[in-house]
């Protein structure tokens, strides 16, 4: 039996998904968008940097199991990768406050961490989406606001 997020850090807000592939997506974080989704190989950006305020809510993008949680990789701070299915990963860097382990099995909507500061001293969150392990432009999965 995997460890549930607690559902009292369930979002409550009517918030609006988009199913792609079988994976139903939301927003991680109400922020708006601080910089885009770059690809190529000298892409600086695999993800997006939602802005937010230092302890802001973030929320599972969708349901799956944590797969790591911690600050082993350099450069992402605090780090969750979340998989939702046997293609589909999510990834929150830059976190504070983490609220999940590895092993535990989260909801679209659980609260799973709040937002934290990147290195150069911003509050916001870099969110990624990774499909067969190789990043694509999270714009394309999450609904439209």
């Known amino acids: 039996q995997r460890p549930v997020a607690a559902v009292a850090n369930r979002r409550t807000d009517n918030v609006s998904s ?9 927003w991680p974080l109400e922020g708006r968008v601080l910089s885009a989704y770059s690809s190529g190989s000298a892409a600086t950006s695999r993800g997006i940097d939602i802005s937010g ?22 450069g992402q701070g605090d780090l969750i990768i ?45 969110f990624e989406v990774r499909v067969d392990g190789k990043p694509v432009d999270p714009s394309q999965y999450l609904p439209p606001r």
Not at 20 to 25: A, Q
Not at 54 to 74: F, H, L
Not at 88 to 112: C, F, P, W
């Open 53 to 74: 305020r230092r302890g802001d809510p973030v929320y599972a993008a969708a349901d799956g199991d944590v797969v790591y949680s911690g600050r082993g990789i350099q």
């Open 82 to 126: 979340i998989r939702h299915s046997a293609r589909h990963l999510s990834a929150y860097s830059h976190n504070s406050n983490m609220l999940v382990t590895e092993g535990a099995r989260v909801q679209a909507g659980d609260k799973i961490s709040e937002v934290g500061t990147d290195p150069r001293g911003s509050e916001l969150i870099h």
């Open 18 to 26: 988009r199913l792609i592939e079988g994976v139903n997506w939301q």
